[in-house]
């Protein structure tokens, strides 16, 4: 097989990777569009409990946000580093921006535990009402994928440190470009109907 051939096929078998990818972001969205209707739906499911406005601090929402969206700018940096670098073996920008997109995005997550631990201090359990379980089934959930795309992210720079910049690394890093940036969508979305909404009700 030519190198011609050899490259044809590395595209094609890249176009098929994004395209699953892109198919498993989209079933992704699917759910926590659920989500979301489910919050909507047991919003006022207080049981006599914790309302929103009760609950909520929005300069630690605010603070969350500027952290996702700030990691979302940090990757883009990433990604601009790893499709301009001059050389296969200079990885150093893309390790750097890889390494501050981790750091902005196990912040996020630390602050929403601590968020989250602070809800259980107030008596604000899942299991005290409709609207909390939807609550702590909808913000975590979230935050489970910002933990995993860490992970993924911390497990691509050892890749970058063993492989340089080579196919399967570029594509790794694309995928999870996808999947960071959603992340950050996603919560966008959940500041504006949780926390920004929580605010008036």
Same mark, same amino acid.
């Given at each position: 097989m030519s190198a011609d051939e050899l490259g044809h096929v590395g595209s094609t078998l890249g176009e098929r990777a994004v395209f699953g990818f892109w198919v498993f972001l989209m079933s992704d969205a699917v759910i926590f569009a659920l989500l979301f209707a489910t919050y909507g739906s047991l919003l006022d499911a207080t049981a006599g409990g914790p309302t929103p406005a009760a609950l909520f601090r929005i300069g630690d929402s605010l603070i969350e946000t500027w952290l996702l969206l700030s990691s979302s700018f940090t990757f883009g940096m990433a990604s601009i580093a790893m499709k301009y670098g001059n050389a296969r073996e200079n990885v150093g920008p893309l390790l750097a921006w890889s390494a501050v997109t981790v750091v902005l995005g196990l912040s996020f997550t630390g602050m929403e535990l601590h968020d989250a631990l602070t809800l259980f201090q107030q008596g604000a359990y899942p299991s005290r009402s409709g609207y909390l379980s939807v609550l702590f089934a909808l913000v975590p959930f979230h935050g489970l994928h910002v933990v995993g795309g860490s992970i993924w992210l911390i497990v691509v720079m050892v890749q970058l440190l063993t492989f340089g910049r080579d196919v399967r690394? &570029?594509? &790794?890093?694309? *995928?999870? !470009? @996808? #999947?960071?940036? #959603? @992340? !950050?969508? %996603?919560? %966008?979305?959940?500041?504006? %109907? %949780?926390? @920004?909404? !929580?605010?008036? *009700?």
């Open positions: 690394v &570029n594509m &790794n890093m694309l *995928r999870l !470009g @996808l #999947f960071w940036h #959603f @992340l !950050g969508i %996603v919560w %966008v979305a959940i500041f504006s %109907v %949780v926390y @920004l909404q !929580g605010l008036i *009700r």
